[in-house]
């Protein structure tokens, strides 16, 4: 199994703050890297799919970059509504995995 | 817009056979574009894939359950269903279904359904 490792575990900021949050696969899964957006109570979003594409209307201040093994999601000014967890998941091979998770706290 | 909808049984004794129904609306079922999976969350975990069904009837499971899994579909009745058998308490999540397709693993998500394995 490809294991996912996101990092931080969890990271507090203000509104208006740049965040970034990474996530290594142990093996090369090329561009196929997804990131979800799950807020409490809520099944999780999809937000970027390989590696960089931003799903439907998600806003243009997440950006996603990366390849290989190493990825990145980046929030360029965090709103209040961004407070969440953010998962990135690879699609490269079965069993498709996800990484533990990176909570976005209000500082 | 695609809606998908759980429904099942929310408690669920040790050692019987978890099983859900995922109905699917807003689009087709039958689509060979599509798949449509089952995810599942234990209460503040992350995110575990159990497997997904094409609508040829192909199949991939997580080898972690593939023993106790089965997913299976009905395009007559826009549904996919979930079946694991001899549950522990170590299968009390909150389960998803949802659709998926090429490298996107999901892009639809079902709102997720608490089952509880408990005697």
């Known amino acids: 199994d490809i294991q996912m490792t996101q990092s931080p575990f969890s990271l507090s900021a203000s509104v208006g703050d740049r965040v970034t949050i990474t996530c290594r696969a142990s093996?090369?899964?090329?561009?196929?890297l997804n990131w979800y957006q799950q807020k409490p109570g809520k099944a999780p979003e999809l937000l970027i799919y390989t590696a960089s594409s931003l799903q439907g209307e998600v806003p243009s201040r997440f950006s996603g970059s990366g390849s290989g093994t190493d990825f990145t999601l980046t929030i360029s000014s965090l709103q209040p509504e961004d407070f969440a967890t953010y998962y990135c998941?690879?699609?490269?091979?079965?069993?498709?995995?996800f990484g533990g998770g990176t909570r976005v706290e209000i500082k | 817009q695609v809606q998908l909808q759980e429904s099942g049984p929310g408690l669920v004794k040790p050692s019987q056979t978890l099983s859900l129904t995922c109905t699917v609306s807003?689009?087709?079922?039958?689509?060979?574009?599509?798949?449509w999976s089952w995810i599942r969350q234990p209460a503040g975990k992350g995110l575990e894939w159990i497997g997904r069904?094409?609508?040829?009837?192909?199949?991939n499971y997580n080898p972690s359950l593939k023993s106790r899994v089965t997913i299976s579909v009905d395009t007559s009745k826009s549904q996919f269903s979930l079946k694991l058998s001899s549950v522990t308490a170590a299968d009390t999540a909150v389960y998803y279904c949802?659709?998926?397709?090429?490298?996107?693993?999901?892009?639809?998500w079902g709102q997720g359904t608490l089952v509880t394995v408990s005697s």
């Open positions: 949802a659709r998926g397709f090429g490298v996107v693993t999901v892009d639809y």
């Open positions: 069904i094409y609508t040829s009837g192909n199949t």
């Open positions: 093996q090369s899964i090329r561009s196929y």
């Open positions: 807003g689009g087709s079922i039958s689509s060979d574009n599509y798949y």
């Open positions: 998941q690879q699609s490269y091979s079965t069993p498709l995995t």
